[in-house]
């Protein structure tokens, strides 16, 4: 078998065009005041923190940012912010690595014996799964960097490259903890199936040992009880009150397990998940899924919508082995369908079916009523003083230590410690409403500890009147009545 790799010039251009459009959607959906401190302003804020040489304890969730997932990437992340603290890193390092996705993705389909244009073909195929254009969009999530890093792992098994193995697996892992699991089935896949012993073994052990470490050490010791993984738990309810019960059920109760995986939602979920790729499936193919089954697993027994959609993150970690599976099935001479273009637009009527390009002059444009307004008071907010303000908003303000959300349910106890109060009565952001914030406001203007700085639109941004001096006299906006 030919262990050298292929010039793989017909795809550069694709990985760059797709790069590009990722990085500008991202970027417009944040432009648009449409991102959200859940997820892009915990990371933004504890990554800003680590390049600040500060303890990353993010105010919006109250811990240390490992004990969130164990995810180190984020030090490594720190490294770009020390060149310049901007968030649309984040959007570039995101778009790129997605994109990136597809170069081993070319270099697996040549080696496993396809031709040129079946691999531009299976790399399209993976650029236009509309679950890679939709999580581009869903904020940052770390687990991307694992997209390309896993199939790199593949390649590398393939190519007996042990040290760059290594280094793959090693960068998986530290994504996120969960992805444990799945470094655990590819070992299993590549010891058992792909009689890649070393390189099976490795990825065996290492994801045993890594998540046995972060579970036990890493997420307890840096996180609280609410911290750690048992805050999931909530997710898989209908299963007992904690890990050992959930495994109890799991083992001796197995009508209430089924009964959760053979649901219209599920079977919803799943034709979402594989009808880009139905055509590529095959039972000669399938072994490569064995990867993909600690995510499909966890994701068919949650009781949690976001968990089956092609909208958020949870599914991703399922991509790159959908793709091997197609791969194994071309390989192998079967599938529905093996010419270039009817792949090629099998994969664009899926994108459009499904992708959330539309969000862009729906659901993203609500808000363009007070796009200018806002941006003129973010701008106002000139010191690294504490924020109290909406979760739409507080993405754009989390270079500080101390960034905290409206709430209806749970507000503030104490207004004093803020520095900033930012509202935006019109949209007032998750967890909050228009009568929440309207009483806030009013309240604000009473008491003497805040001063109006800034009205218009219904945005509303308030400063502690210490700091007055402190702001630019410079009218960005007239307070309007």
Same mark, same amino acid.
């Given at each position: 078998? &030919? ?5 793989p010039?017909?795809v ?6 797709? $790069?590009?459009i990722?990085?500008? +959607? ?16 915990i990371?933004? @804020? ?7 040489g ?29 060149? #310049? ?23 697996? %389909? ?6 040129t244009?079946?691999?531009? %073909?299976?790399a399209?195929?993976?650029?236009l799964?509309?679950?890679?254009? &939709? ?6 999530h770390?687990?991307?960097?694992a ?10 098994? *393939? ?6 193995? +290594?280094? +793959? ?5 530290g +994504? ?10 590819l ?19 290492? =994801? ?15 996180g609280?009880?609410?911290?750690s ?7 898989? $309810? ?27 939602? &599920?079977?919803? #979920? ?8 139905i055509?590529?499936?095959?039972? @000669?193919?399938?072994?490569?899924l ?8 966890? !994701?068919?027994? %949650? ?37 270039k ?13 499904? $992708? ?16 200018? %307004? ?8 000139q ?6 303000t ?9 270079? *500080? ?12 106890? &104490? ?13 007032? =952001?998750?967890?909050?409403? @228009?009568?929440?914030?309207? !009483?806030?406001? !009013? ?35 007239m307070?309007?009545?």
């Open positions: 078998m &030919n262990k050298k790799l292929i010039s010039n017909p550069f251009w694709m990985i760059g065009v797709s $790069a590009l990722l990085f500008g +959607c991202s970027s417009l959906r944040h432009e648009l005041f449409q991102s959200t401190a859940f997820d892009l302003g990371f933004d @804020q504890a990554i800003y923190l680590i390049s600040q500060q303890s990353p304890i993010s105010s919006l969730i109250g811990f240390h940012i490992l004990g969130d997932h164990a995810a180190w990437i984020f030090y490594v992340l720190a490294l770009f912010y020390k060149i #310049y603290p901007s968030v649309y890193w984040l959007f570039a390092i995101q778009a790129g690595a997605l994109a990136l996705a597809a170069l081993p993705i070319w270099h697996l %389909a040549r080696h496993a014996g396809l031709t244009g079946q691999a531009m %073909a299976i399209s195929v993976y650029l799964y509309p679950l890679v254009f &939709n999580i581009n969009l869903f904020d940052f770390p687990e991307v960097i997209v390309p890093a896993l199939l790199g792992a593949v390649l590398a098994a *393939r190519l007996e490259r042990i040290g760059w193995f +290594c280094l +793959c697996i090693f960068l998986v892992l +994504c996120k903890a969960v992805l444990s699991l799945t470094v655990i089935a070992g299993v896949w590549l010891l058992v199936f792909e009689k890649k012993r070393r390189c099976g073994a490795i990825a065996l052990a290492s =994801g045993i040992i890594w998540f046995v470490i972060a579970t036990k050490i890493v997420i307890p010791f840096f609280t009880q609410a911290a993984v048992e805050r999931h738990i909530s997710r898989y $309810a209908y299963l007992g009150n904690s890990f050992p019960e959930i495994a109890k059920n799991l083992l001796l109760n197995p009508g209430l397990v089924l009964g959760q995986v053979f649901s219209l939602t &599920n079977l919803g #979920y799943l034709l979402l998940l594989l009808a880009p790729v055509w590529g499936l095959s039972l @000669q193919g399938m072994l490569p064995i990867g993909a089954f600690p995510t499909l697993l966890m !994701n068919l027994l %949650a009781d949690y919508p976001l968990q089956k959609d092609l909208i958020h993150q949870y599914s991703l970690p399922a991509v790159p082995f959908l793709v091997l599976s197609i791969i194994s099935t071309l390989a192998t001479g079967q599938g529905w369908l093996r010419n273009r009817n792949i090629i637009l099998w994969s664009l009527v899926a994108f459009i079916a499904l $992708a959330k390009y539309g969000y862009f002059w729906s659901i993203y444009s609500d808000s363009l009523d007070t796009w200018q %307004a806002t941006r003129q008071a973010v701008a106002l907010v010191t690294k003083g504490p924020v109290l909406t979760a739409e908003i507080a993405p754009h303000i989390t270079h *500080r230590p101390v960034v905290e959300l409206t709430s209806a349910k749970l507000p503030p106890a &104490n207004l004093a410690k803020f520095d900033y109060i930012l509202l935006n009565l019109s949209h007032p =952001g998750w967890q909050s409403d @228009q009568e929440f914030a309207a !009483n806030l406001v !009013n309240n604000l203007k009473k008491t003497q500890l805040f001063q109006l700085r800034y009205q218009q639109d219904g945005v509303y941004l308030f400063v502690k009147g210490v700091f007055r001096s402190s702001i630019s006299s410079t009218k960005v906006g307070i309007k009545g």
